[in-house]
Protein backbone atom coordinates (compact mmCIF):
# COMPACT_ATOMS: atom_id res chain seq x y z
CA UNK A 1 0.00 0.00 0.00
CA UNK A 2 1.45 3.63 -0.97
CA UNK A 3 1.47 5.71 1.46
CA UNK A 4 2.95 6.62 5.02
CA UNK A 5 3.88 4.31 7.77
CA UNK A 6 5.57 4.44 11.16
CA UNK A 7 7.00 1.34 13.14
CA UNK A 8 5.27 0.14 15.67
CA UNK A 9 6.21 -0.99 19.28
CA UNK A 10 8.07 -4.21 17.96
CA UNK A 11 9.60 -1.48 15.08
CA UNK A 12 7.63 -3.66 12.48
CA UNK A 13 6.15 -0.84 9.73
CA UNK A 14 2.51 -0.51 10.06
CA UNK A 15 0.74 1.85 7.69
CA UNK A 16 0.20 5.53 9.31
CA UNK A 17 -2.65 7.49 7.88
CA UNK A 18 -1.19 10.91 9.48
CA UNK A 19 0.68 12.76 7.82
CA UNK A 20 2.97 14.04 11.22
CA UNK A 21 6.55 14.90 12.05
CA UNK A 22 7.97 12.06 14.33
CA UNK A 23 8.61 11.85 17.72
CA UNK A 24 12.08 12.77 19.04
CA UNK A 25 12.05 8.69 19.83
CA UNK A 26 10.58 7.78 17.14
CA UNK A 27 13.23 9.47 14.88
CA UNK A 28 15.51 7.92 17.00
CA UNK A 29 14.35 4.59 15.79
CA UNK A 30 14.47 5.77 12.66
CA UNK A 31 18.18 5.15 12.33
CA UNK A 32 19.01 1.51 11.41
CA UNK A 33 22.82 2.34 11.19
CA UNK A 34 25.78 4.42 10.45
CA UNK A 35 29.10 3.81 9.52
CA UNK A 36 32.26 6.31 9.36
CA UNK A 37 34.45 4.93 7.02
CA UNK A 38 37.44 7.82 6.38
CA UNK A 39 35.72 11.04 4.79
CA UNK A 40 32.30 9.34 4.04
CA UNK A 41 29.58 8.16 6.28
CA UNK A 42 27.47 5.63 5.47
CA UNK A 43 23.60 5.98 6.76
CA UNK A 44 20.56 3.43 6.80
CA UNK A 45 16.67 4.48 8.00
CA UNK A 46 13.26 3.58 7.67
CA UNK A 47 12.04 6.19 5.14
CA UNK A 48 8.24 6.41 6.25
CA UNK A 49 6.92 6.64 2.90
CA UNK A 50 6.48 3.79 0.81
CA UNK A 51 9.14 4.40 -2.50
CA UNK A 52 7.46 1.77 -4.08
CA UNK A 53 6.39 2.88 -7.61
CA UNK A 54 5.63 -0.53 -9.37
CA UNK A 55 2.60 -1.17 -6.44
CA UNK A 56 5.00 -3.89 -5.34
CA UNK A 57 5.91 -4.55 -1.34
CA UNK A 58 6.26 -1.50 0.06
CA UNK A 59 9.71 0.08 -0.21
CA UNK A 60 11.02 1.62 3.08
CA UNK A 61 14.59 1.72 4.25
CA UNK A 62 17.29 3.32 2.61
CA UNK A 63 20.96 2.97 2.49
CA UNK A 64 23.34 6.04 1.03
CA UNK A 65 26.73 7.23 0.90
CA UNK A 66 27.39 11.00 2.14
CA UNK A 67 30.79 12.62 1.79
CA UNK A 68 33.30 14.50 -1.25
CA UNK A 69 33.76 12.75 -4.71
CA UNK A 70 30.89 10.59 -4.12
CA UNK A 71 27.08 11.69 -5.73
CA UNK A 72 25.30 9.74 -2.92
CA UNK A 73 25.03 6.61 -4.10
CA UNK A 74 21.19 4.86 -3.10
CA UNK A 75 20.06 1.78 -2.12
CA UNK A 76 16.15 0.85 -0.85
CA UNK A 77 14.77 -2.20 0.69
CA UNK A 78 11.33 -4.08 1.37
CA UNK A 79 12.65 -5.17 5.08
CA UNK A 80 14.54 -4.24 7.96
CA UNK A 81 16.88 -7.31 7.70
CA UNK A 82 17.68 -6.60 4.25
CA UNK A 83 18.21 -2.89 4.90
CA UNK A 84 21.10 -4.04 7.60
CA UNK A 85 22.30 -6.56 5.51
CA UNK A 86 22.60 -3.91 2.28
CA UNK A 87 24.19 -1.29 4.97
CA UNK A 88 26.80 -3.85 5.38
CA UNK A 89 27.62 -4.55 2.01
CA UNK A 90 27.85 -0.85 1.26
CA UNK A 91 30.10 0.34 4.36
CA UNK A 92 32.40 -3.22 3.10
CA UNK A 93 32.67 -1.69 -0.16
CA UNK A 94 33.68 1.65 0.61
CA UNK A 95 36.42 0.69 3.00
CA UNK A 96 37.37 -1.56 -0.11
CA UNK A 97 37.33 1.77 -2.78
CA UNK A 98 38.49 4.31 -0.20
CA UNK A 99 41.92 4.34 -1.29
CA UNK A 100 40.75 4.00 -5.13
CA UNK A 101 38.50 7.12 -5.00
CA UNK A 102 40.97 9.08 -2.87
CA UNK A 103 43.65 8.18 -5.54
CA UNK A 104 40.73 9.24 -8.12
CA UNK A 105 40.14 12.55 -6.59
CA UNK A 106 43.68 13.11 -6.58
CA UNK A 107 44.33 12.56 -9.74
CA UNK A 108 41.04 14.46 -11.05
CA UNK A 109 42.45 17.66 -8.96
CA UNK A 110 45.76 17.37 -10.43
CA UNK A 111 43.98 17.14 -14.52
CA UNK A 112 42.19 20.30 -13.02
CA UNK A 113 44.86 22.23 -12.06
CA UNK A 114 47.20 21.65 -15.17
CA UNK A 115 44.18 22.43 -17.24
CA UNK A 116 43.39 25.90 -15.60
CA UNK A 117 47.16 26.54 -16.43
CA UNK A 118 46.85 25.80 -19.84
CA UNK A 119 43.49 27.81 -20.32
CA UNK A 120 45.38 30.72 -17.90
CA UNK A 121 48.25 30.73 -20.27
CA UNK A 122 46.37 30.11 -23.79
CA UNK A 123 47.29 33.40 -26.01
CA UNK A 124 44.14 35.79 -26.26
Excluded at 3 to 21: A, F, I, K, Q, T
Excluded at 103 to 123: D, K
Aim: hydrophobic share 40%.
Amino acid sequence: MRGWYRLNNDGEPVPDSELRVPTEDERARHVVAKAEVAEWEVSTVFLRLDHAYDGGPPVLWETMIFGPDMENPCWRYTSHADAVAGHERATAWLRDAAPAIKAASHAVEVAQANLRGIIEGAPQ
